[in-house]
T-cell receptor, first 116, second 115 residues
Framework: AQTVTQSQPEMSVQEAETVTLSCTYD???????LFWYKQPPSRQMILVIR????KQQNATENRFSVNFQKAAKSFSLKISDSQLGDAAMYFC?????????????WGLGTSLAVNP | DAGVIQSPRHEVTEMGQEVTLRCKPI?????LFWYRQTMMRGLELLIY????????DSGMPEDRFSAKMPNASFSTLKIQPSEPRDSAVYFC?????????????FGPGTRLTVL
């Protein structure tokens, strides 16, 4: 079974600085999707970025980018020029493309604080 | 589109009472997921539906929990009888078909408190 591990329960960063959140996963599959979701204090779960495993190029969305290392099964999220509004819980998630599976496998999350 | 709609947003009830949580998916989305989130256990998938059919309910904690999706535009999660340990935030998420729609879109959640 697939698992997702976020080894950093809490992180902090100074405003305008860069921070990297780590995520590793375990799978025997070769094709899958990976996601980072953000959950601010409002509780709303918001998709930040996604990565298709077959794509070698790292996904980027404005200040958010990933470092996808398929062989190492690592999927870290880099937030550049951190803003106060980036403070939230960040969840890494995995989705298999095998069969008819629609489930996401979730990490336990990393709480990010942004210091002014 | 209004996104995934959940009601109520907050529910406070007494132990033993029946609780019904509601979800309206994004129009056209054919997969629907019910999650529970607590500090202790994080985000847990309870059940998910494809085309209104329950596919995997292995996350449903006990027989006190039941979920239905009578049509493509509505789903309920029911707890009967409720217990204090059911206190959590319950999320509904939906997903559509196609390679452009691999992410799940979440509703705002229902914060349930069982006294």
């Amino acid at each position: 079974a697939q698992t997702v591990t976020q080894s950093q329960p809490e992180m902090s960063v100074q405003e305008a600085e860069t921070v990297t959140l780590s995520c590793t996963y375990d799978t025997s599959e070769s094709d899958y999707y990976l996601f980072w979701y953000k959950q601010p204090p409002s509780r709303q779960m918001i998709l930040v970025i996604r990565q298709e495993a077959y794509k070698q190029q790292n996904a980027t969305e404005n200040r958010f980018s990933v470092n996808f290392q398929k062989a190492a099964k690592s999927f870290s999220l880099k937030i550049s020029d951190s803003q106060l509004g980036d403070a939230a819980m960040y969840f890494c998630a995995y989705r298999s493309l095998a069969g008819n599976n629609r489930k996401l496998i979730w990490g336990l999350g990393t709480s990010l604080a942004v210091n002014p | 589109d209004a996104g995934v709609i959940q009601s109520p947003r907050h529910e406070v009830t007494e132990m033993g009472q029946e609780v019904t949580l509601r979800c309206k998916p994004i129009s056209g989305h054919n997969s629907l997921f019910w999650y529970r989130q607590t500090m202790m256990r994080g985000l847990e998938l309870l059940i998910y539906f494809n085309n209104n059919v329950p596919i995997d309910d292995s996350g449903m904690p006990e027989d006190r929990f039941s979920a239905k999706m009578p049509n493509a535009s509505f789903s309920t999660l029911k707890i009967q009888p409720s217990e204090p340990r059911d206190s959590a935030v319950y999320f509904c998420a939906t997903r559509g078909w196609g390679s452009s729609y691999n992410e799940q879109f979440f509703g705002p959640g229902t914060r349930l408190t069982v006294l």
